[in-house]
């Protein structure tokens, strides 16, 4: 089957799968923050030594970037940096009480929104509060606009032991940067590199999209070019998610601005390319990374992870999230809080934990996730038995396109099949079949 028609067969919409199941297949009614608390603590006895991740949500931006799909709230008062660094703090401190111990923090990230739209001074009285157990082992990053960070956030974080850096790219055509507000030259990024690298930042990660609004071959083309030349060790280059009725920003172009179908796909298979050519390494879906990078060395070695911060070269058991909306995750069971500042802040404050809501995972729960997660690190999965019948009936038309294999109890995604690992997945995606979403729950999977 070509591949024009192939984008036509499986063009739906599809998770991302961060999670499983799913976040809005979460169960909020059988989920109390008693039952997380227990099952938080049991995971960390369990896996103590392992250490745990350490996400922190720091949502503010200046501008609207209008493709984000991120929790954020725009603002240009900084005013708001310290009574919310106050607030990650208290949370930060019920874990530890709840824990009773501030656990090694085997990995910690700065995401957002904009990390560096807070002030170097902030961020430092932010890490210093919060990694009193640190360690050389322990592996921080952030994420950062290039129009805004600032040699003296480089250098700040780097005192702190951050080493990897994550730059919000995107494209570098004029034309959808305007459509997006997302601006950024080539010069302002190979700046940042060049100091970061005399710093001793010695992983630096680009995210790029296609199927922006206004993206061409030839302008995706010329932002490849550029940044091959800059030769970052990871690049995350991942499809544009259409979800105006969830982000209204996204509102501010058309539809018929947006590349789809063959025209997107024709975006991937370029960027795609263009990469493995240079010498990147695909890992798992999305990223790319020299082979002199610790995700490439994991995918090696059969290491590599995946959770709410995305791939991993460090797997823990446990990963706190702090900060609005954030995602917490201790295997049997996920926390989300509060998705707004106003009650995120009235509830640390009050010294309640900021969550509202979650799932407990079931047995079969586990299952299914171990098999999305296999299926996402590694391209494989096998059954202890064999292929249970429903799984099998959904992998069939994927193996009669030959983007799956079967063999006994394993199936392993074939080369072509990687643009439509979202596809596999949901195979075996229990839940889903059970109550199949409405087209709005979703992005689109190719």
């Not at 991937?268 to 020299?290: K, P, S, V």
């Not at 992870?305 to 823990?316: I, L, Q, S």
Request: charged share 20%; hydrophobic share 35%.
């Amino acid at each position: 089957m070509d591949t024009s028609t192939l984008l036509k067969k499986y063009a739906i919409a599809a998770p991302r799968y961060t999670s499983y199941p799913t976040v809005p297949y979460w169960e909020a009614e059988s989920f109390t923050i008693e039952k997380w608390s227990e099952s938080l603590i049991n995971a960390y006895k369990a896996h103590k030594n392992q250490g745990i991740s350490l996400y922190i949500h720091l949502p503010f931006c200046e501008s609207l970037c209008t493709y984000c799909g991120c929790n954020t709230r725009i603002t240009k008062n900084h005013g708001v940096e310290v009574p919310y660094i106050d607030s990650l703090v208290k949370e930060w401190r019920m874990y530890c009480d709840l824990l009773g111990e501030t656990p090694k923090t085997k990995e910690l990230h700065l995401g957002g929104g904009t990390p560096t739209f807070f002030s170097p001074e902030n961020l430092q009285k932010l890490i210093t509060s919060i990694l009193e157990n640190f360690d050389e082992e322990t592996t921080c990053s952030f994420e950062g606009h290039p129009d805004n960070t600032t040699f003296e956030h480089l250098q700040t974080l780097a005192q702190l032991k951050f080493k990897r850096m994550s730059l919000g790219i995107q494209d570098f055509d004029p034309k959808v940067q305007m459509m997006i507000n997302r601006f950024q030259t080539p010069e302002q990024v190979v700046s940042i590199m060049q100091k970061a690298r005399e710093l001793g930042y010695d992983s630096i990660n680009f995210d790029l999209i296609y199927g922006l609004p206004g993206q061409t071959l030839g302008g995706l083309g010329q932002t490849m070019n550029e940044v091959l030349v800059m030769q970052p060790e990871r690049i995350a280059f991942y499809s544009y998610a259409h979800v105006p009725w969830m982000k209204p920003g996204q509102r501010h172009y058309s539809e018929k601005d947006i590349p789809q179908g063959d025209e997107k796909f024709a975006l991937y298979q370029l960027g795609r390319n263009m990469l493995i050519n240079a010498g990147y390494e695909e890992i798992g879906m999305d990223h790319f990374a020299l082979k002199k990078d610790s995700l490439y060395k994991a995918t090696e070695n059969h290491q590599l992870y995946r959770n709410f911060m995305g791939y991993t070269d460090k797997r823990t058991d446990v990963l706190i999230g702090l900060g609005v909306s954030a995602i917490s995750d201790c295997q049997t069971a996920f926390s989300q809080n509060s998705k707004t500042v106003e009650e995120y802040l009235e509830k640390t404050n009050k010294g309640n934990f900021p969550i509202y809501r979650g799932h407990i995972l079931t047995d079969k729960d586990l299952d299914i996730r171990q098999h999305i997660l296999n299926m996402m690190c590694k391209g494989a999965t096998c059954f202890s038995i064999a292929i249970p019948n429903s799984v099998r009936e959904r992998l069939a038309p994927l193996v009669a396109d030959h983007l799956v294999e079967l063999d006994g109890p394993q199936v392993q995604i074939t080369k072509n099949g990687m643009a439509f690992l979202r596809n596999v997945c949901m195979a075996f995606d229990e839940r889903l079949w059970q109550k199949e979403p409405s087209s709005s729950l979703f992005s689109q999977s190719v």
